[in-house]
C-alpha cells in the first residue's frame, strides 16, 4: 500500500514522465503535414531527410545517456533538478522548429538537440521510481516505462487535434514538456534512493559472462528492433498501403487524420500493458512475461502486416494489440539484469543496455523507408518481426537456465 508522499512523488512522477517524452516521436506525427507543406511551397524534402527526423532524436538519445552516465551527472545533482533542466532544454529545442522552413537542415540538429536532452529524462525518471520501493520495484519501472509509452503516443494526439497545422503540434508539445519539466520539483525522492556507479567500462565484459544478463541483454535487443521502428512508420506503412477504394466513405484527408488518431491508440494503450505486465512479472517470473509478451507482439506485427491495404479496421484491430504487448516485456529485461548484477555495475550495464538498444533504433528507424522503398512497407513490417522471434529464443534460453 503507498504511503500517502509515496502516492503524490509517483503520480507526480508519471505525470512528468508523459508530458516529457511527448517530444520524442513529434516528427513522425507531423510529418504527413510536413510534406504537404513542403510541396505547396514546391521544397523538395528526400526520404534520408524525412527518416533523419526521426533517428537523430535516438542517436541524440544515446548520446547524451552515455555522457551522462560517464560524468554521473544525475548523481552529482538532485535528480528532480536535472529532470527539470533537461526537460526545459528538450522543450525550447522543439519549439524552435516552429520557425524555420520545412525542410531545413536545422530541423535534425535540433531533433538531435531534442533527443540529447531526453537522456535526462527518462533514465533519471526510472531511478526516480525505484527510490521508492523495493518489493514493487517492478511494478513503479513499469509505470514510468508506461508513462514513456504514453507520452510518445502524445503527439499523435496532439497532431489529430491540431489538424493540418503541423506547427501547432510542435507548440504543444513543447508547452507540455516545459510544464513537465517544471511539476517534477514538487515530487520527493524516495527512501531507497541511491547514488548509481559512475561507466564502469569493465562492465561490458559481464555481458558475456554472466548468462541471464546475456539473454536479457539481447532479448532487449530484439524487442528494440522492432518497437522503434514499428512506433515510427507504422501509420505511413498503413497509410501507404491504405486501399481508398475499398473504404468508399473515407478520402484522402479523413483517411490521413483517422491514421493520427489510431497511432495515438495503438502507442498509447502500450502504458496499459506495460502497467499489466509488471504486476504479471511479479507473479509468474519477468522471463516468462517477456516470452508471452513478444510472442504476441511477433503475431500481431504480422498480421497488421498481411492486413495491409485491406480495411482499415481490420488493420486497426491488430494494430491495436500490436501496440498493447510491444511494452509489457520492455522493463522487465531491465528488471532482470538488476537481478543479476553486482550492485556495484548495475548502473553501469542499464546504461549500456540503454544506449545499445537505442543505437539499434537508429539503424532500423532510418533504414526502414529505404527498405518499403524497395520491397514494400508489408515485407518490411514481417522483417521487423524477426527482432521479437530473436528475443524470444534468448529469453527461452535463460528459462531453460533458470529451471
Same mark, same amino acid.
Given at each position: 500500500?503507498?504511503?500517502?508522499?509515496?502516492?503524490?512523488?509517483?503520480?507526480?512522477?508519471?505525470?512528468?514522465?508523459?508530458?516529457? !517524452?511527448?517530444?520524442?516521436?513529434?516528427?513522425?506525427?507531423?510529418?504527413?503535414?510536413?510534406?504537404?507543406?513542403?510541396?505547396?511551397?514546391?521544397?523538395?524534402?528526400?526520404?534520408?531527410?524525412?527518416?533523419?527526423?526521426?533517428?537523430?532524436?535516438?542517436?541524440?538519445?544515446?548520446?547524451?545517456?552515455?555522457?551522462?552516465?560517464?560524468?554521473?551527472?544525475?548523481?552529482?545533482?538532485?535528480?528532480?533538478?536535472?529532470?527539470?533542466?533537461?526537460?526545459?532544454?528538450?522543450?525550447?529545442?522543439?519549439?524552435?522548429? !516552429?520557425?524555420?522552413?520545412?525542410?531545413?537542415?536545422?530541423?535534425?540538429?535540433?531533433?538531435?538537440?531534442?533527443?540529447?536532452?531526453?537522456?535526462?529524462?527518462?533514465?533519471?525518471?526510472?531511478?526516480?521510481?525505484?527510490?521508492?520501493?523495493?518489493?514493487?520495484?517492478?511494478?513503479?519501472?513499469?509505470?514510468?516505462?508506461?508513462?514513456?509509452?504514453?507520452?510518445?503516443?502524445?503527439?499523435?494526439?496532439?497532431?489529430?487535434?491540431?489538424?493540418?497545422?503541423?506547427?501547432?503540434? !510542435?507548440?504543444?508539445?513543447?508547452?507540455?514538456?516545459?510544464?513537465?519539466?517544471?511539476?517534477?520539483?514538487?515530487?520527493?525522492?524516495?527512501?531507497?534512493?541511491?547514488?548509481?556507479?559512475?561507466?564502469?567500462?569493465?562492465?561490458?565484459?559481464?555481458?558475456?559472462?554472466?548468462?541471464?544478463?546475456?539473454?536479457?541483454?539481447?532479448?532487449?535487443?530484439?524487442?528494440?528492433?522492432?518497437?522503434?521502428?514499428?512506433?515510427?512508420?507504422?501509420?505511413?506503412?498503413?497509410?501507404?498501403?491504405?486501399?481508398?477504394?475499398?473504404?468508399?466513405?473515407?478520402?484522402?484527408?479523413?483517411?490521413?487524420?483517422?491514421?493520427?488518431?489510431?497511432?495515438?491508440?495503438?502507442?498509447?494503450?502500450?502504458?496499459?500493458?506495460?502497467?499489466?505486465?509488471?504486476?504479471?512479472?511479479?507473479?509468474?517470473?519477468?522471463?516468462?512475461?517477456?516470452?508471452?509478451?513478444?510472442?504476441?507482439?511477433?503475431?500481431?506485427?504480422?498480421?497488421?502486416?498481411?492486413?495491409?491495404?485491406?480495411?482499415?479496421?481490420?488493420?486497426?484491430?491488430?494494430?491495436?494489440?500490436?501496440?498493447?504487448?510491444?511494452?509489457?516485456?520492455?522493463?522487465?529485461?531491465?528488471?532482470?539484469?538488476?537481478?543479476?548484477?553486482?550492485?556495484?555495475?548495475?548502473?553501469?550495464?542499464?546504461?549500456?543496455?540503454?544506449?545499445?538498444?537505442?543505437?539499434?533504433?537508429?539503424?532500423?528507424?532510418?533504414?526502414?523507408?529505404?527498405?518499403?522503398?524497395?520491397?514494400?512497407?508489408?515485407?518490411?513490417?514481417?522483417?521487423?518481426?524477426?527482432?521479437?522471434?530473436?528475443?524470444?529464443?534468448?529469453?527461452?534460453?535463460?528459462?531453460?537456465?533458470?529451471?
Amino acid at each position: 500500500m503507498f504511503h500517502t508522499s509515496k502516492t503524490i512523488s509517483i503520480s507526480i512522477l508519471v505525470i512528468a514522465q508523459v508530458a516529457g !517524452m511527448a517530444l520524442w516521436f513529434v516528427s513522425s506525427a507531423v510529418l504527413g503535414d510536413m510534406l504537404d507543406e513542403a510541396r505547396a511551397l514546391e521544397i523538395d524534402i528526400s526520404a534520408n531527410f524525412q527518416a533523419l527526423l526521426s533517428t537523430m532524436v535516438q542517436l541524440g538519445f544515446v548520446v547524451g545517456a552515455v555522457l551522462s552516465a560517464v560524468l554521473g551527472l544525475a548523481d552529482r545533482m538532485d535528480p528532480r533538478k536535472f529532470f527539470a533542466v533537461s526537460a526545459l532544454l528538450a522543450a525550447s529545442a522543439n519549439f524552435v522548429l !516552429m520557425f524555420i522552413t520545412v525542410g531545413d537542415w536545422l530541423a535534425v540538429f535540433l531533433r538531435f538537440s531534442t533527443g540529447f536532452a531526453l537522456a535526462g529524462v527518462y533514465p533519471v525518471g526510472l531511478k526516480l521510481a525505484a527510490g521508492w520501493g523495493e518489493r514493487d520495484r517492478g511494478f513503479l519501472v513499469g509505470l514510468l516505462v508506461g508513462a514513456l509509452t504514453l507520452g510518445s503516443a502524445m503527439p499523435h494526439l496532439f497532431s489529430f487535434l491540431g489538424g493540418a497545422d503541423w506547427r501547432t503540434t !510542435m507548440g504543444l508539445s513543447s508547452m507540455v514538456a516545459a510544464i513537465g519539466g517544471g511539476l517534477i520539483l514538487l515530487a520527493g525522492i524516495g527512501p531507497f534512493h541511491a547514488k548509481a556507479n559512475r561507466f564502469d567500462p569493465s562492465a561490458i565484459l559481464e555481458i558475456w559472462r554472466n548468462r541471464p544478463i546475456r539473454a536479457a541483454f539481447l532479448g532487449y535487443l530484439g524487442h528494440m528492433w522492432e518497437l522503434y521502428a514499428m512506433w515510427a512508420w507504422l501509420g505511413v506503412a498503413i497509410l501507404a498501403e491504405l486501399s481508398l477504394g475499398d473504404e468508399g466513405s473515407i478520402n484522402q484527408i479523413e483517411a490521413v487524420s483517422t491514421i493520427k488518431l489510431l497511432m495515438f491508440c495503438v502507442v498509447g494503450i502500450g502504458a496499459v500493458g506495460c502497467a499489466f505486465g509488471g504486476k504479471v512479472a511479479d507473479r509468474v517470473g519477468k522471463a516468462n512475461v517477456t516470452i508471452w509478451a513478444m510472442a504476441i507482439s511477433l503475431l500481431a506485427a504480422i498480421a497488421t502486416a498481411l492486413s495491409l491495404g485491406g480495411a482499415l479496421w481490420v488493420t486497426a484491430v491488430f494494430a491495436i494489440i500490436w501496440g498493447f504487448s510491444i511494452i509489457p516485456d520492455s522493463p522487465q529485461f531491465s528488471a532482470i539484469i538488476a537481478d543479476h548484477a553486482k550492485p556495484e555495475i548495475t548502473g553501469s550495464l542499464l546504461s549500456m543496455q540503454t544506449a545499445f538498444g537505442f543505437l539499434l533504433t537508429v539503424i532500423t528507424v532510418q533504414g526502414a523507408p529505404f527498405v518499403a522503398a524497395g520491397i514494400g512497407w508489408q515485407n518490411t513490417l514481417f522483417l521487423m518481426a524477426l527482432g521479437p522471434l530473436f528475443g524470444i529464443f534468448a529469453m527461452w534460453k535463460l528459462c531453460r537456465l533458470s529451471a
